[in-house]
């Protein structure tokens, strides 16, 4: 035999003893069939030993689902599998031993393991199919890591907080309403402090866990009947206790520390609140915030994934069933399909997220961390929500309140002269208003400007003086600049707050102090203090943003990379304005613009400017976006 027809003889044997020794059977999609996982009971062998089934979900088995976090697949272990070793990720065995049952065989759903990792195809069709394997569940089981003494002083203070709840709304009579206001932007709290005494480093610790940072638990906790989370068998509590917990210290966070009131796990818990406890009203036609692919998107930007794909394919599922009047190729937008680059599943996913609601709050998501051009290939363009970007504070800015604002007047993007036109595959056209070209900026706001008192004196006096500088005519046409000469404006105060405090537009009191605290701080008199809520409103507006003049006298914040010429622009379905910069601005021909992010700009924030275009009958402008 020539070495040639031996290396191809060995590859088809190979291939065959592999598909022999492979313990996956196909599945047939049309019928919606999955596999299950049978545990044996502990007391059998002290090696995990298992047996796969396939089910139906029209009518299925009962069974569990599992929930837990992968963690680094290259750590490997070995299960038995219908009587033959089979490699698994060690994170998988370890959820296994967690909810093994002592004398009875366990029925459960694994990712890992009840889907073919290595087919592409069947792991797309299993994933377009996970919504409802975890609605037809009985149970979820949520594995969040082992027990340990930091646990088990959590669990005692999520106890202390339940208590809390129940005694401040008549044994939770009226906590759902209470907290459904403050989901929704309706109600603040800064006066109520938090009664009961928080274990700061327990609570830190245990929302550290890594289930909390993880996107597919968003799915699979809000669609479960029921999950219960496991720290080793033996530590077990209720996931709704648990985010009930997590989102009463989100209403309290003015009274908490600032470690746990900014903490990423602990706010990700809160957020599924709810989608976990207050399932109806999350679906409900009044809620004005009702599960829709933009709120998903934003959310899954603060996930972690270990497939960026998934930050779209991982949140579909938690969508309200597609009306059978939409266009096909809207609903071809979403569908799962790994094999789809990425730069396309995040194009049609805003694009989806646009016509959702006719909204552009999806564009708070943009992201500029690339500086390819619009003509080569790696480019993608800047309207896309780079929500496959995790969140980084040292780089990336809070989003400005969508719900605190209506800079276009609530003008949408329903009426015939503020349209949205997809004329290409990486085109956006938007209407909108030109607000001002920028003049001057001020330098970046860094993490860093933050952490240095000193730094942050001379940034807010570089700021001073960039106002100081400007035509005050002009200025005071937009706003109560007066006393900038002795130290900061009502004007400039608010304006380096982003209009707000905790999402509510702060009242005149407050501003005057707000006033005092940043000359305060500039005279290097005010103490660093991260705790203090009106250097936590500064930062939250501030960080990662540059302060920019008008030529027209107007003030705002605007985006890491905003500079001289760029323009602050009111585009019809955005709530905030955004700043736009000309690719070509010498050009005769009609422009194409980047889209650098959003920003906050004083005195147009209410849709006023949009009003005032109105009635002088002004023609909007028309912005192609690439």
């Known amino acids: 035999m020539s070495p040639k027809k031996l290396i191809i003889f060995t590859e088809i044997r190979s291939f065959i003893m592999m598909r022999h020794l492979s313990p996956y059977s196909p599945l047939d999609p049309l019928k919606k069939e999955i596999r299950l996982l049978e545990v044996l009971p502990e007391i059998s062998s002290t090696t995990l030993q298992t047996h796969l089934v396939h089910a139906f979900l029209v009518d299925p088995t009962p069974y569990e689902t599992i929930s837990y976090c992968w963690g680094d697949a290259s750590s490997r272990a070995t299960i038995l599998l219908d009587g033959s070793a089979f490699d698994v990720p060690a994170s998988s065995l370890a959820a296994l031993k967690c909810i093994r049952k002592m004398h009875e065989t366990r029925r459960v759903w694994i990712d890992a393991i009840c889907i073919n990792q290595d087919d592409v195809n069947e792991r797309g069709s299993q994933v377009a199919l996970m919504s409802r ?30 208590r809390e709840i129940r005694h401040e709304t008549d044994d939770f009579s009226t906590f759902h309403r209470m907290m459904r206001e403050f989901v929704w932007g309706m109600r603040s709290n800064i006066n109520q402090p938090i009664e009961c005494d928080l274990d700061e480093y327990a609570l830190c610790s245990f929302f550290a866990r890594p289930w909390f940072e993880r996107l597919w638990v968003i799915q699979e906790a809000a669609l479960a009947p029921v999950s219960i989370c496991f720290c080793g068998p033996n530590l077990t509590i209720d996931l709704v206790d648990l985010v009930r917990a997590a989102i009463w210290l989100c209403y309290k966070r003015h009274s908490i520390p600032r470690s746990l009131s900014d903490h990423d796990g602990m706010n990700n818990a809160a957020d599924l609140w709810s989608m976990v406890d207050d399932r109806d009203a999350h679906k409900a036609s009044e809620n004005p915030y009702e599960v829709n692919l933009a709120t998903l998107l934003l959310i899954s930007q603060y996930r972690l994934s270990s497939d960026p794909k998934d930050k779209v394919f991982a949140i579909v599922g938690l969508l309200p069933q597609i009306p059978q009047s939409a266009e096909e190729n809207e609903t071809a937008l979403l569908a799962t399909d790994y094999n789809k680059p990425l730069v396309q599943i995040l194009c049609d996913a805003t694009r989806y997220s646009i016509q959702e609601l006719n909204s552009l709050r999806i564009l708070q998501a943009v992201s500029q961390r690339s ?161 203090n809520r009106l250097f936590y409103a500064l930062q939250s507006a501030c960080q990662n943003r540059r302060f920019f003049l008008g030529s027209n006298g107007v003030i705002g914040l605007g985006p890491r990379s905003t500079t001289a010429g760029d323009i602050a622009t009111i585009l019809y379905g955005g709530s905030v304005p955004f700043m736009l910069r000309d690719l070509d601005p010498m050009s005769d021909e009609d422009s194409t613009f980047r889209l650098l992010g959003e920003a906050y700009v004083y005195g147009v924030m209410d849709g006023s400017w949009v009003r005032l275009g109105e009635r002088l009958d002004h023609t909007p402008w028309i912005y192609t976006i690439v």
């Open 133 to 162: 394997i975890y609605q037809c569940s009985q149970l979820n089981l949520i594995v969040l890591g082992n027990e340990d003494e930091s646990a088990r002083r959590a669990f005692a203070c999520v106890a202390d907080l339940l």
């Open 371 to 531: 500086d390819a051009e619009p003509s080569s290939s790696d480019y993608v363009p800047s309207w896309v929500a780079r929500v496959d970007h995790p969140f980084d504070e040292k780089r990336d800015a809070e989003s400005i309140p969508f719900n605190t604002f209506q800079a276009d007047s609530q003008v949408g993007i329903n009426r015939e002269c503020a349209r949205v036109d997809f004329s290409g595959p990486k085109k956006l056209s938007v209407t909108g208003e030109l607000v001002s070209e920028v003049k001057q900026t001020s330098d970046l706001f860094t993490y860093e400007v933050f952490e240095n008192r000193v730094a942050l004196a001379r940034l807010l006096g570089s700021v001073l003086g960039i106002v100081r500088s400007g035509n005050q005519t002009e200025m005071g046409l937009w706003g109560d600049n007066q006393g900038i000469d002795d130290g900061f404006s009502p004007m400039l105060a608010t304006t380096l707050i982003a209009g707000n405090m905790a999402s509510r537009i702060p009242e005149d009191d407050e501003i005057r102090t707000l006033c005092e605290f940043l000359n305060a701080l500039v005279a290097g008199a005010e103490t660093h203090d991260p705790d």
